[in-house]
């Protein structure tokens, strides 16, 4: 299975009476795409399209995901297969990509407590400023869409619409680019025949949380638009975790948090392809849900990912997580069955110390998860200087001023923390 992945860079964003892209500047009809948002869903009652560009004076607030524009090529293909048309296998045929751009959404859940484990945590990007080395998404251009709920809307509803619009947008910009010359094209393929003895077989474990669609459908991952909660462990193809198969929306602190937009550029799965057939060989990617609230589900879980890698005959996997709390749990239980299993395990995980990084930085470890890279303290706090512009509400979900200077902990930074290994802290052990 080959993806050929056609890269356009975009070097500007901007509104005007046809969007197109020439010449690496991305053009957009505001009242068309905003025209196009609305179309077909009764639980938006208005849209806000917005740009935020590098250097910008400007905070994005109460980020819900990021998705790059994304279509295919083939006619039968899509680049989110369950959400837009057929559940079709991804990972295989000729993928357009806006690169250095993003659809960012934004909204607001008042029916949630701030802050609360049900409901949407803060998430800010600076696109100037101090702030600015902490987030991916403060040096690409973003294009913002902000949602305000109709009255009869309900929290799946509308979480639901928000999410369709951001694919569909995503979709109907990259289309763009259809007919252009990319300025990069790179294949993606692992079995190309090459014998590969001596090397060691290894895999990503990527978990993705999920309390509930019903009952907290702002924690939810999808699988070809299938949600994850009460799947067992799956192999798949890594193509098609970079082609559109994975969809999250679990709408945790804004440092740990994986946004759609790092399964289609998954650093993981980049950096196991650059190595494969020299250094080791790349079989698969186990995708497994995290979030069971039960001891004998995680357990469950944790032991058929070891089961998954024994058939793969695996040496060692790469496990990454994208939560905190009891998601640690199942974390560490993926690396200790690795582990019994005689499957090395190396984890990405992040920290919650406290501010000054004196506290227990896990709710639980095991002896077994010995090769741990840490991506930070969450919990470490930055200020971050007044701006002009706020794009997403006029306050933060604790009440203050969202344009003026706050002093506000990691974890509100979007991404800032990935445990994708997508950005570049670290915490280093003396």
Sequence with gaps: ???????????????????????????????????????????????????????????????????????????????????????????????????????????????????????????????????????????????????ERSKAATTVGFASAIRMASLETARYLAECAREGAPDEETSYRLGDGVPRSGLPKVAAVLLLSSLGT??????????????????????????????????????????IRNPTYFYQNNPILHELYREHGKTLDFVGAILSRAGDTTDAGKLNKAARIAGLANLLRLDGAIVSSNAGGHHVVDFMLACQQLEKAGVKSAGIISEMAGADGSDNPFPMAVPEANSMVSTGNVEQKIVLPAVDTVLGGEKLQDGRVAAAQVEIPFRHIFCSMSQTGSWNIAARAF
Excluded at 8 to 22: K, M, Q, S
Excluded at 47 to 75: H, M, S, Y
Excluded at 219 to 224: A, D, G, L, T, W
Aim: aromatic content about 10%; charged content about 20%.
């Design 214 to 255: 019903l009952s907290l459908p702002l924690r939810e991952f999808f699988v070809y638009a299938h949600s994850v909660d009460g799947m067992l462990p799956i192999l798949v193809h890594p193509n098609e975790v970079l082609d559109g198969a994975v969809v999250a929306a679990y709408y945790v602190y804004g440092a």
């Design 1 to 147: 299975m080959v993806l050929n992945l056609r890269s356009f860079r975009v070097e500007d964003v901007r509104f005007g009476a046809e969007t197109a892209f020439a010449g690496g500047i991305l053009t957009i009809n505001k009242k068309e795409l905003q025209a196009r948002l609305l179309a077909g869903s009764d639980a938006v009652e208005s849209v806000d399209v917005a740009l935020a560009k590098p250097g910008d004076r400007t905070r994005i607030i109460r980020i819900l995901d990021a998705v790059e524009p994304r279509t295919k090529l083939e006619k039968d293909a899509s680049p989110f297969p369950g959400f837009i048309g057929p559940p079709y296998q991804a990972g295989r045929g000729h993928t357009v990509r806006l690169a250095n751009t993003a659809i960012i959404t934004t909204a607001s859940f008042p029916e949630y407590m701030p802050d609360s484990h049900m409901g949407t945590n803060e998430c800010i990007v600076d696109m100037s400023g101090p702030g600015v080395p902490f987030s991916p998404f403060s040096s690409i251009f973003n294009i913002v869409l902000s949602f």
